[in-house]
């Protein structure tokens, strides 16, 4: 979806979108990993509902700018 967004959101709200929701991916595997360890399992999937509450938040402002609509 992002790739239809105006070309002069490409370096802020594309690449915060982006970002954000490859990093939750990313912190779910990390905290994977290391599922022996609870203390570091806790935080890295505290990082992952963060950047997950991040992406959402991203999106919220594509619906406010109208680049997207709230069904997609």
């Known amino acids: 979806m992002s790739k239809s ?3 002069e959101e490409t370096y ?5 979108i982006r ?3 490859r990093s939750v991916c990313a ?6 990993r290391k599922k022996l360890y ?3 399992f806790v935080s890295k999937a505290s990082d992952a509902d963060t ?7 991203w ?3 594509s619906i406010a700018c109208k ?4 069904e997609k």
């Open 5 to 7: 967004f105006p070309k």
């Open 12 to 16: 802020s709200l594309t690449d915060q």
């Open 19 to 21: 970002r954000a929701s």
């Open 27 to 32: 912190n779910i595997a990390e905290a994977y």
């Open 38 to 40: 609870p203390a570091h």
């Open 51 to 57: 950047e997950n509450s991040e992406t959402g938040m």
């Open 59 to 61: 999106l919220d402002f």
């Open 67 to 70: 680049y997207i609509n709230e």
